[in-house]
């Protein structure tokens, strides 16, 4: 796709990193996968004008730079597969020849409980709760030590 450009407009999307099990033209699930397989392909997309990522797990602090100022990244919960298809319209496809998981699929979107993981000013909730859990683990181990 980054050889032979972006099919869809990108500008203004969001890209949601997901396996989606489709039959037809109906989007029966649609779960989130982890993002950090596409860390090494955000860059483009972001560079192409997409506003956010929809996935699973967070991306890395390079990613997290590359947000910064033009896109955000939204968690969504794993193992809600059903939920997220049931506000999603499966509107048509890109490259369906690789495969159900490997295409691209446009999606409409209604809504989800999605939650701000890393936004357009550098803050990384997944970093922060790695550093304060670090700091609570550090204090624990320390604590032991000197009992």
Same mark, same amino acid.
């Given at each position: $796709?980054?050889?032979?450009?972006?099919?869809? %407009?990108?500008?203004?999307?969001?890209?949601?990193?997901?396996?989606?099990?489709? !039959? =037809?033209?109906?989007?029966?699930?649609?779960?989130? @996968? @982890?993002?950090?397989? #596409? %860390?090494?392909?955000?860059?483009? $997309?972001?560079? !192409?004008?997409?506003?956010?990522?929809?996935?699973?797990?967070?991306? %890395?602090?390079?990613?997290?730079?590359?947000?910064?100022?033009?896109?955000?990244?939204?968690?969504?919960?794993?193992?809600? !597969?059903?939920?997220?298809?049931?506000? $999603?319209?499966?509107?048509?496809?890109?490259?369906?020849?690789?495969? #159900?998981?490997?295409?691209?699929?446009?999606?409409?979107?209604?809504?989800?409980?999605?939650?701000?993981? $890393?936004?357009?000013?550098? =803050?990384?909730?997944?970093?922060?709760?790695?550093?304060?859990?670090? @700091?609570?683990?550090?204090?624990?181990?320390? *604590?032991?030590?000197? *009992?």
């Amino acid at each position: $796709m980054i050889q032979e450009g972006i099919p869809f %407009n990108p500008r203004g999307a969001v890209i949601y990193h997901c396996g989606p099990v489709i !039959a =037809g033209d109906t989007l029966l699930v649609a779960g989130p @996968t @982890t993002s950090a397989r #596409m %860390n090494s392909l955000t860059k483009p $997309m972001l560079d !192409a004008g997409i506003a956010g990522i929809i996935g699973k797990g967070g991306m %890395n602090a390079e990613v997290r730079q590359e947000l910064t100022g033009r896109a955000v990244y939204f968690a969504f919960t794993g193992g809600c !597969a059903n939920l997220a298809a049931a506000h $999603m319209t499966l509107s048509g496809g890109y490259f369906e020849d690789l495969g #159900m998981a490997e295409a691209v699929w446009r999606i409409q979107l209604d809504e989800l409980p999605l939650v701000v993981a $890393m936004d357009a000013h550098g =803050g990384d909730l997944f970093d922060t709760v790695l550093q304060h859990a670090l @700091t609570i683990f550090q204090s624990d181990v320390n *604590g032991k030590k000197q *009992g």
